[in-house]
């Protein structure tokens, strides 16, 4: 076996290392030492606790890169949860205001100040003539009254000429006694003869 001789970087004893050896400890001082360049003979000491004291640094970086994961994947959850709350109180809303409009006035207001409709849509309103339903209707205060002329071929022989052919109150039939925003878009629709 052959052997090569070195000086130990610690504490300059001399030293005979087996050839092919990468590591050795100095038999005088303890110290680790690396065999850095055969060739050249030259030997470091291994400084263990800087070896250490980067192992640990490494775990607290890790440690570090964990928690900041941890965190990201938490607040990506609560992220979610927030838009998910967003969306839902959206949509909430959205259906109330839905509700709200059905009849053009809230169910509150409604009991409050809102004007009760004489009429329903059915056939006893039919024998008024549409000018007098307007009238009254105005009177009671409402606003947005609209009158249109349904033409049919047998109103002079009925004697249907003015009565009433359909009233609707925001696209529905209207309910007697119900309460209704004064705004509300009240269309009337009368017979007219189209045979001349
Ligand atoms: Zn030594």
Same mark, same amino acid.
């Given at each position: 076996?052959?052997?090569?001789?070195?000086?130990?970087?610690?504490?300059?004893?001399?030293?005979?290392?087996?050839?092919? =050896?990468?590591?050795?400890?100095?038999?005088?001082?303890?110290?680790?030492?690396?065999?850095?360049? @055969?060739?050249?003979?030259?030997?470091?000491?291994?400084?263990?606790?800087?070896?250490?004291?980067?192992?640990?640094?490494?775990? &607290?970086?890790?440690?570090?890169?964990?928690?900041?994961?941890? @965190?990201?994947? =938490?607040?990506?959850?609560?992220? &979610?949860?927030?838009?998910?709350?967003? &969306?839902?109180?959206?949509?909430?809303?959205?259906?109330?205001?839905?509700?709200?409009?059905?009849?053009?006035?809230?169910?509150?207001?409604?009991?409050?100040?809102?004007?009760?409709?004489?009429?329903?849509?059915?056939?006893?309103?039919?024998?008024?003539?549409?000018?007098?339903?307007?009238?009254?209707?105005?009177?009671?205060?409402?606003?947005?009254?609209?009158?249109?002329?349904?033409?049919?071929?047998?109103?002079?022989?009925?004697?249907? @000429?003015?009565?009433?052919?359909?009233?609707?109150?925001?696209?529905?039939?209207?309910?007697?006694?119900?309460?209704?925003?004064?705004?509300?878009?009240?269309?009337?629709?009368?017979? &007219?003869?189209?045979?001349?």
């Amino acid at each position: 076996m052959k052997f090569i001789n070195a000086q130990c970087p610690s504490c300059n004893a001399s030293l005979s290392i087996e050839e092919g =050896r990468t590591t050795a400890f100095c038999t005088y001082c303890g110290t680790k030492v690396i065999l850095y360049n @055969e060739n050249e003979k030259v030997f470091r000491s291994v400084d263990e606790a800087a070896i250490k004291k980067a192992e640990v640094q490494k775990e &607290i970086e890790i440690e570090k890169i964990k928690n900041q994961e941890k @965190e990201n994947k =938490r607040n990506f959850i609560f992220g &979610i949860l927030y838009i998910g709350l967003f &969306i839902f109180i959206i949509l909430i809303l959205g259906i109330g205001a839905c509700f709200e409009s059905f009849d053009g006035f809230g169910e509150n207001q409604s009991h409050i100040d809102g004007i009760a409709m004489p009429y329903s849509d059915n056939a006893v309103e039919r024998v008024k003539d549409y000018s007098e339903v307007v009238d009254e209707l105005t009177e009671l205060g409402f606003t947005n009254i609209e009158t249109y002329p349904h033409a049919s071929p047998t109103v002079k022989i009925m004697g249907l @000429e003015n009565k009433i052919y359909s009233i609707k109150i925001n696209s529905k039939a209207p309910k007697a006694g119900k309460k209704y925003d004064p705004k509300s878009s009240i269309v009337i629709e009368y017979f &007219i003869s189209n045979m001349f």
